[in-house]
């Protein structure tokens, strides 16, 4: 019998699932993350189950949906009854650290004057950087630069309201992440004992700063880079959340107005989270190298994953919100162990997010909690023969997180099969329907068109399904009466 695997979990903060060589990008420079997937199982359709940060993390590390956690907008704290898998790994006997940010808890400097709140969440080393900016003194990045003599300064580039120089490659917060997890294994290197790293990185989430570097080679060639999906009068179909972002991110007309931007504006923000993401590969590949120079790789299941994505302007939209088009919930997912797992396999299966929590407790050969809601991904992984697809649809949530007016945002919910995707914006009378077969960019919605009606109402019966289903488990029935 193997020993229990090490797990190095590396998640990126808001990157879409089209920004990778291997997902298909012939842009970007990401050699080591598609070597991962040439060693490993990549999964085409991955989907996260909130389009924000909090909720999301709160769900994939509990293996719990949104509503269930109680944890569904930026700004809550966690419940300190939730049950993170880190902690059940920690409980069982393996060591955790984490770098860069965990963001279960409120953590803005306004309510947030030290560090981000914690519950038991099995980390023995935490090394906690919620964001690049200066803005705790715990913030252990800043601490870092301070210590090499610099300061985090990001500088504006000439002709570009939208963009900035960011910090150099050597010493930006993505190789301060990096850096910890390959402290972290090193020190391992002569233990015996099963460990567990979350590098937690803020990349590619904005501002968009890359190093000059990085940038530069897209600004060589930025008349080749592609605007953004977008076709003029689409906006008339769709929600009042996205005609209220296309003049602002959540609102704020200083926040990437679409409507004003130009086509250089549009391609420079692309140049820039593409140029975060070719550094994001750097490091994933020093950590590879850590890996296998402590002899450790054989035995380390390696995530890498986003919480959610960005729309980077597509469907005159920039960053994130009650929207669940492809580049918001589509997220790229990636675990590679030649040891365990067949190496070069494209799995094309619906999979979720909440999904990964239940798969690490397998893995470590561990009874799955019965407060988990997801469905192991073990038997994809090691190529098990099964009699039904894993997932006939995938499910996200969104509850009054973003896209604020008069105080209240967007309470939506979405359904996706392999053909269809069904977005409810409740008590407003909006919603969105489309045809992914037929319209893979989503530009046309259906929501109104009568010849879907009998889609349209199957697709609500779906929703209202996996509604149900995120009913907590907990606390257990023990017995029929």
Same mark, same amino acid.
């Given at each position: 019998?193997?020993?229990?695997?090490?797990?190095?979990?590396?998640?990126?903060?808001? +990157?879409?699932?089209?920004?990778?060589?291997?997902?298909?990008?012939?842009?970007?420079?990401?050699?080591?993350? !598609?070597?991962?997937?040439?060693?490993?199982?990549?999964?085409?359709?991955?989907?996260?189950?909130?389009?924000?940060?909090?909720?999301?993390?709160?769900?994939?590390?509990?293996?719990?949906?949104?509503?269930?956690?109680?944890?569904? +907008?930026?700004? $809550?704290?966690?419940?300190?009854?939730?049950?993170?898998?880190?902690?059940?790994?920690?409980?069982? %006997?393996?060591?955790? %650290?984490?770098?860069?940010? *965990?963001?279960?808890?409120?953590?803005?400097?306004?309510?947030?004057?030290?560090?981000?709140?914690?519950?038991?969440?099995?980390?023995?080393? =935490?090394?906690?950087?919620?964001?690049?900016?200066?803005?705790?003194?715990?913030?252990?990045?800043?601490?870092?630069?301070?210590?090499? %003599?610099?300061?985090?300064?990001?500088?504006?580039?000439? /002709?570009?309201?939208?963009?900035?120089?960011?910090?150099?490659?050597? #010493?930006?917060?993505?190789?301060?992440?990096?850096?910890?997890?390959?402290?972290?294994?090193?020190?391992?290197?002569? @233990?015996?004992?099963?460990? =567990?790293?979350?590098?937690?990185?803020?990349?590619?989430?904005?501002?968009?700063?890359?190093?000059?570097?990085?940038? $530069?080679?897209? *600004?060589? &060639?930025?008349? #080749?880079?592609?605007?953004?999906? =977008?076709?003029? %009068?689409?906006?008339?179909?769709?929600?009042?959340? +996205?005609? @209220?972002?296309?003049?602002?991110?959540? /609102?704020?007309? &200083?926040?990437?107005? =679409?409507?004003?931007?130009?086509?250089?504006?549009?391609?420079?923000?692309?140049?820039?989270?593409?140029?975060?993401? !070719?550094?994001?590969?750097? $490091?994933?590949?020093?950590?590879?190298?850590?890996?296998?120079r402590t002899a450790q790789l054989d035995n380390t299941i390696i995530i890498f994953m986003s919480d959610h994505g960005e729309l980077l302007g597509d469907h005159g939209v920039y960053l994130k919100g009650a929207f669940f088009y492809e580049p918001s919930v589509h997220v790229p997912l990636i675990i590679s162990n030649?040891?365990?797992?067949?190496?070069?396999?494209?799995?094309?299966?619906?999979?979720?997010?909440?999904?990964?929590?239940?798969?690490?407790?397998?893995?470590?050969?561990?009874?799955?909690?019965?407060?988990?809601?997801?469905?192991?991904?073990?038997?994809?992984?090691?190529?098990?023969? &099964?009699?039904?697809?894993?997932?006939? !649809?995938?499910?996200?949530?969104?509850?009054?997180?973003?896209?604020? +007016?008069?105080?209240?945002?967007?309470?939506?919910?979405?359904?996706?099969?392999?053909?269809?995707?069904?977005?409810?914006?409740?008590?407003?009378?909006? /919603?969105?329907?489309?045809?992914?077969?037929?319209?893979? !960019?989503?530009?046309?919605?259906?929501?109104?068109?009568?010849?879907?009606?009998?889609?349209?109402?199957?697709? @609500?019966?779906?929703?209202?399904?996996?509604?149900?289903?995120?009913?907590?488990?907990?606390?257990?029935?023990?017995?029929?009466?």
């Open positions: 019998m193997m020993e229990k695997p090490n797990i190095l979990w590396i998640c990126t903060d808001q +990157q879409r699932f089209d920004t990778m060589g291997c997902y298909g990008n012939s842009f970007v420079k990401t050699p080591n993350i !598609d070597k991962l997937a040439k060693n490993g199982v990549l999964f085409e359709n991955a989907f996260c189950q909130a389009t924000v940060c909090t909720p999301s993390r709160a769900s994939f590390l509990t293996g719990r949906y949104p509503r269930t956690t109680r944890c569904r +907008q930026n700004g $809550q704290n966690i419940p300190k009854d939730e049950l993170l898998v880190t902690r059940l790994l920690s409980d069982a %006997g393996y060591t955790g %650290g984490l770098s860069g940010k *965990l963001h279960l808890s409120a953590c803005n400097p306004k309510v947030t004057t030290a560090t981000e709140r914690r519950i038991e969440d099995g980390y023995s080393q =935490f090394h906690w950087s919620h964001h690049p900016e200066d803005d705790w003194p715990t913030n252990e990045y800043i601490q870092w630069l301070r210590a090499k %003599g610099k300061a985090y300064r990001p500088l504006p580039i000439e /002709g570009s309201r939208y963009v900035q120089i960011g910090p150099d490659a050597e #010493d930006h917060q993505t190789t301060w992440c990096a850096e910890k997890a390959i402290g972290f294994i090193e020190a391992n290197e002569r @233990y015996t004992s099963p460990w =567990f790293f979350s590098v937690n990185m803020f990349d590619p989430h904005h501002p968009f700063n890359p190093p000059q570097t990085h940038l $530069q080679r897209y *600004l060589d &060639r930025l008349d #080749d880079i592609p605007l953004p999906n =977008f076709t003029p %009068g689409e906006l008339d179909s769709k929600s009042y959340f +996205q005609r @209220y972002d296309h003049n602002g991110a959540y /609102g704020d007309s &200083r926040l990437y107005p =679409f409507s004003t931007m130009t086509d250089q504006d549009n391609r420079m923000v692309r140049a820039a989270y593409w140029a975060m993401i !070719d550094l994001i590969d750097e $490091q994933v590949g020093r950590m590879i190298d850590a890996l296998e030649p040891a365990r797992f067949s190496p070069n396999r494209r799995n094309r299966e619906l999979v979720e997010l909440v999904d990964l929590a239940p798969t690490l407790m397998e893995a470590a050969g561990l009874n799955i909690h019965p407060g988990m809601q997801g469905k192991s991904l073990w038997p994809l992984l090691t190529g098990a023969e &099964r009699s039904e697809k894993h997932r006939e !649809d995938v499910y996200c949530e969104h509850y009054n997180a973003s896209s604020k +007016q008069n105080g209240i945002g967007g309470f939506a919910t979405m359904v996706r099969t392999e053909r269809y995707k069904l977005v409810s914006y409740h008590k407003r009378n909006e /919603g969105e329907l489309y045809d992914l077969q037929q319209d893979p !960019d989503e530009i046309h919605n259906l929501w109104n068109d009568p010849n879907l009606s009998a889609v349209k109402l199957e697709m @609500y019966e779906r929703l209202c399904d996996r509604m149900a289903e995120t009913v907590d488990p907990l606390p257990e029935r023990l017995a029929v009466w």
